[in-house]
């Protein structure tokens, strides 16, 4: 697996500039046949927690709705399909581009081990 990220921006509202990730794996066809097979695809990645005060009644309801509209999430599918970010700085597309980095370096080793079951892995210490 590869991930691919570019990095670009865009005039936003009142000329602020809004910065934009584009993230997305180039899976091999084995990696994508362990995908289906094990039914990966709806597996969260990133998640982002955002902290809001939930409340209660229409309030809670709104943050709520609120939360849903801040919350960023990555899935496998979001991965292999290619998903756009968008941030409101650089410092915050930086954490965010680690994050997905990260995550998708673990979601490698999950498809590394889908690959090798029912057989030996010979690991060199």
């Known amino acids: 697996?590869?991930?691919?990220?570019?990095?670009?921006?865009?005039?936003?509202?009142?000329?602020?500039v809004a910065f934009q990730l584009d993230v997305r794996a180039d899976l091999s066809d084995e990696e994508q046949r362990n995908i289906t097979r094990y039914r990966l695809g709806d597996t969260m990645l990133y998640e982002s927690h955002e902290m809001l005060?939930?409340?209660s009644g229409l309030l809670g309801l709104?943050?709520?709705?609120?939360?849903?509209?801040v919350t960023?999430?990555?899935s496998v599918?979001?991965?292999?399909?290619?998903?756009?970010?968008?941030c409101k700085d650089i410092v915050e597309m930086l954490a965010i581009?680690?994050?997905v980095t990260e995550a998708a370096r673990?979601?490698?080793?999950?498809?590394?081990?889908?690959?090798?079951?029912?057989?030996?892995?010979?690991?060199e210490i």
Do not use: P, W
């Open 72 to 74: 960023l999430t990555v």
């Open 97 to 99: 581009e680690e994050h």
């Open 77 to 86: 599918n979001d991965l292999a399909g290619g998903k756009r970010i968008e």
């Open 53 to 55: 005060d939930r409340g």
């Open 106 to 123: 673990t979601f490698a080793q999950v498809l590394h081990a889908a690959a090798h079951f029912g057989g030996e892995e010979v690991v």
């Open 1 to 16: 697996m590869k991930l691919l990220l570019r990095r670009n921006q865009r005039s936003g509202l009142l000329g602020k």
């Open 62 to 69: 709104a943050s709520r709705l609120a939360y849903k509209a």
